[in-house]
């Protein structure tokens, strides 16, 4: 049965200045990069060897336990204090394949939930992808399928990297449309690998307009790892994801509530000691109109409880990530999930 929240909401009419009880459902869609959820068998056909029993970091079959665990505890517990429950959908990034997502939904901490799967192998040359989990309570799926990202390095030779995951369903009998993205690493200097990224901003950007040319009323959710902040070219200008949310227009593409998270400093991930907000949720103009009976934007977060930081040594208030110098540190990630979170009168 659908969890229902109950809150005191203000409604502050300033001819009037009254206040009424309203009664919503309330759902969390959310997004986390898993930071490389391998299983410990070798692949030849990728670049997983590191991930294996011999390689570099020793990847066991204890080693891999251990990590779903890890991961399903951290899904599980997303905005659960504000909903009652596990996300209704999430996002991931940094899956081998499809064996270590069916494990991850099997999990004792996840399988109660009864997750389906949208998954499609990728090219990426790691051997990494998108995934797309959904309680089938909740969220019933008509179609997935991917968008190949076509790169090409200085060479001139095929780059190869994560397809973009789209997929339509119905979240409690209404259309959502969700888009999930690991777009190209900063491998090289932030500058030096843009370009990479603002080509998966620009088929990001033809995949809405695909979407909206059939259906101009879309209602869609668009996360993943980014690999830039909510300012940079690729996802403000490219993608057109706008942060400010007085600017949003009917015609805009995106409404991107990270850019808060990011003015403010608080971020996802950490490197050198600065804080980036790589992971972001963005919902539609569609999804910010309050409405008597469908869905609608509440608002978004970060969600980074004190056991995902790291408490000690050098890294201390970093991410609590699932690998240092080349060993498994019993950590979850070096990134921080994020969410936003839609409600619907009752």
């Given amino acids: ?48 060897d590191d991930r294996t029993p011999e390689g570099r970091d020793r990847w066991t079959e204890d080693i891999f336990e251990k990590k779903l665990t890890n991961t399903a505890y951290v899904i599980a517990d997303v905005a659960r204090k504000l909903t009652g429950g596990p996300p209704a959908i999430i996002g991931l990034s940094e899956v081998e394949n499809r064996y270590v997502v069916e494990r991850l939904v099997e999990t004792p901490e ?77 491998s090289g200097g932030q500058a030096t690998s843009e370009p990479k990224r603002v080509a998966a901003g620009e088929l990001n950007r033809q995949t809405v307009d695909s979407i909206r040319a059939i259906n101009p009323n879309a209602k869609i959710i668009n ?78 977060g970060i969600f980074n409880p004190s056991y995902l930081f790291n408490k000690k040594g050098r890294y201390k208030g970093y991410p609590f990530r699932s690998f240092a110098g080349g060993k498994f540190t019993g950590g979850y990630s070096d990134h921080f999930p994020v969410y936003t979170l839609l409600i619907k009168k009752q």
């Fill in 110 to 186: 996840l399988k109660k939930f009864n997750y389906g799967i949208a998954h499609f192998e990728s090219p990426d040359e790691r051997g990494i992808d998108v995934c797309l989990l959904y309680r089938k309570s909740k969220f019933t799926l008509l179609r997935a399928k991917t968008h190949f990202l076509s790169l090409f390095d200085s060479d001139g030779n095929r780059d190869f990297t994560r397809d973009q995951l789209v997929v339509s369903g119905l979240l409690d009998n209404e259309l959502i449309y969700l888009i999930v993205h690991h777009w190209p690493s900063r």
């Fill in 1 to 48: 049965m659908k969890k229902i929240i109950t809150f005191l909401l203000a409604l502050f009419i300033f001819t009037e200045g009254w206040s009424q009880k309203q009664t919503f459902a309330i759902e969390t869609i959310a997004f986390y990069n898993v930071e490389n959820l391998f299983d410990h068998y070798n692949d030849p056909n990728t670049r997983d």
């Fill in 223 to 300: 996360m993943g790892d980014f690999n830039d902040d909510p300012n940079n070219k690729s996802v403000e200008k490219v993608l057109g994801a706008i942060g400010d949310r007085d600017k949003v227009t009917e015609n805009s593409i995106f409404y991107n509530p990270m850019m808060t998270f990011y003015k403010k400093g608080i971020g996802t991930s950490c490197y050198r000691d600065k804080w980036n907000v790589l992971d972001q949720v963005h919902v539609s103009p569609t999804l910010l109109n309050e409405s008597d009976s469908n869905w609608y934007f509440w608002k978004a």
